[in-house]
């Protein structure tokens, strides 16, 4: 009998160790602005630049929940503009009216998620892009980027993917530069279907936020 117990502990602690060192997501960089140790965020609106609307509605929804529920308050773009934000504007003049919006309901950060196949499942379909740069804005961010992805791409084609996050302030201008934070995270997640597009968010979100609150950026509601 104690044989019988040690031999199924053994099992289970090697099949523990199996599953920890195949973890499904894990953080490749991070990078946050020196002097902005005492920088507090209160209202965050959440961008997700993915070449599918449906994906990204569902990403934006279920990160701003996860945040609420974790005492960051999130909205995400779409909710808050709806047909205003489906399209990149094209120019900085364009992004005042939404900017003095965001403002006027009192949106102090501005978080923008880039996700990218980075590898596929042949070894003829990876892709490599210079989308994880530093920008002076979110805008910048978002106009210079949101050629990303070509009409024939699909998460369906790739196993790992890239999610990059810049989280920016909406400061005034001139006075300090808007990008506080921007972490990276690898995550090993097909795309296949509803549920496992689900779950790569699921599996993301938790990352993402554990990363975050370990920065103290926002005041947190209780």
């Not at 945040?67 to 120019?91: C, H, R, W, Y």
């Not at 920008?135 to 050629?147: W, Y």
């Not at 972490?183 to 936020?209: H, V």
Request: glycine share 4%; proline share 1%.
């Amino acid at each position: 009998m104690t044989k019988k117990i040690t031999l199924t502990y053994l099992f289970l602690s090697a099949l523990l160790f199996l599953v920890s060192s195949c973890s499904s997501t894990k953080e490749i960089s991070s990078w946050r602005k020196p002097e902005t140790q005492q920088k507090k965020f209160h209202k965050v609106l959440v961008i997700g630049m993915i070449n599918s609307l449906e994906v990204r509605t569902t990403f934006e929804s279920k990160l701003s929940t996860a945040l609420n529920k974790k005492g960051i308050q999130a909205t995400g773009s779409l909710a808050f503009f709806g047909d205003d934000l489906l399209e990149v504007p094209e120019n900085i003049e364009a992004w005042k009216p939404l900017i003095s919006e965001l403002k006027s309901d009192e949106f102090d950060a501005v978080l923008v998620t880039k996700v990218v196949g980075v590898e596929g499942k042949d070894s003829d379909s990876g892709i490599v892009r210079y989308y994880n740069e530093f920008f002076a804005s979110f805008e910048e961010d978002l106009m210079k980027n949101k050629n990303i992805y070509s009409e024939e791409e699909g998460f369906k084609d790739f196993q790992v993917h890239q999610v990059a996050s810049n989280l920016y302030c909406l400061c005034e201008r001139d006075l300090e530069e808007d990008l506080i934070w921007k972490i990276n995270i690898e995550l090993k997640q097909a795309f296949d279907s509803d549920y496992l597009i689900e779950e790569g968010i699921r599996l993301f979100s938790k990352k993402f936020i554990e990363e975050l609150k370990e920065e103290e950026l926002f005041v947190e509601n209780k």
